[in-house]
């Protein structure tokens, strides 16, 4: 059952992106029967053979594509690479702008005091797009909340 709906998936994906363009949509109604079959060609080729599969292993292989990083560009070269050797008739890279951000060195966060523990280590770890922090460090009062609903009681004190 799971490939019967893969494969009607892929069918119905297939005539959509056909009856987007211009030329489909203006043909003869007789042709209908030739994209079908195209569909349905396609369609058993891409569950009978592997070649999708060892693609997507080839770029899983290149690693984590965060926006703008070196993973990212080797993934666009690696996908206008197979382009052009499945011989695409025109295959181009377009200048892209990006937010580019890079893991700083690895940083601590210590319990200075608290009434029941001092000086304990914290796992931390900054998110993409955050800001350095200062050469001296940050030292500052934290609560502890355990969900949502304690966190907008503390917003509201």
């Excluded at 949509?25 to 080729?45: G, H, M, R, V």
């Excluded at 280590?121 to 969900?147: F, Y």
Aim: proline share 3%; charged share 25%.
């Amino acid at each position: 059952m799971k490939n019967s709906r893969l494969i009607r998936i892929i069918q119905i994906s297939f005539l959509f992106l056909l009856i987007s363009t211009s030329s489909f949509s203006q043909s003869d109604p007789s042709n209908f029967n030739k994209y079908t079959l195209a569909a349905d060609q396609i369609t058993k080729k891409a569950l009978t053979e592997k070649t999708g599969y060892k693609l997507l292993q080839e770029l899983c292989d290149i690693g984590p594509r965060l926006s703008g990083s070196e993973n990212s560009l080797r993934a666009i070269y690696w996908a206008e690479e197979k382009l052009k050797s499945f011989g695409v008739d025109k295959v181009w890279l377009q200048p892209v702008m990006v937010p580019h951000w890079e893991r700083g060195s690895v940083e601590t966060a210590v319990i200075v005091y608290d009434k029941n523990i001092s000086e304990k280590s914290l796992s931390i770890l900054s998110l993409g797009g955050s800001i350095a922090t200062p050469e001296n460090g940050i030292t500052a009062n934290v609560i502890e909340v355990k969900n949502f609903t304690e966190l907008e009681k503390e917003k509201m004190k």
